[in-house]
């Protein structure tokens, strides 16, 4: 334990954790709950860090990597879906006049 900080305040850090952790859990698009996720990984590194429990930081610097890495595919993605016009990838060109008999 660090002498430094306050017992309570360590705790409050855990406690604010897992509330990013629930919030995570909560969301069902992919760019919020990855942000969330990468909040509750940055106060568990902390909180895990301060309370000397190496398996909480091991486990969270591996979640921060990973939550990174599928914010990034999630942004891309979505950055992809924006590019696309409303009408999908043939709203672009005009309708063709028909041709033959009418």
Request: aromatic share 8%; hydrophobic share 60%.
């Amino acid at each position: 334990m660090n002498a430094i900080v306050p017992p309570a305040l360590v705790d409050a850090l855990g406690f604010l954790a897992g509330g990013f952790t629930i919030l995570a859990y909560a969301q069902r698009v992919a760019v919020p709950l990855r942000c969330f996720g990468l909040a509750a990984n940055a106060c568990f590194i902390t909180y895990g860090t301060l309370r000397g429990a190496t398996p909480v930081v091991t486990l969270h610097v591996v979640l921060l990597a990973v939550n990174l890495v599928r914010l990034r595919g999630a942004l891309r993605a979505r950055a992809a879906r924006a590019r696309v016009p409303a009408g999908g990838v043939f709203a672009m060109f005009p309708a063709r006049a028909r041709i033959g008999p009418a």
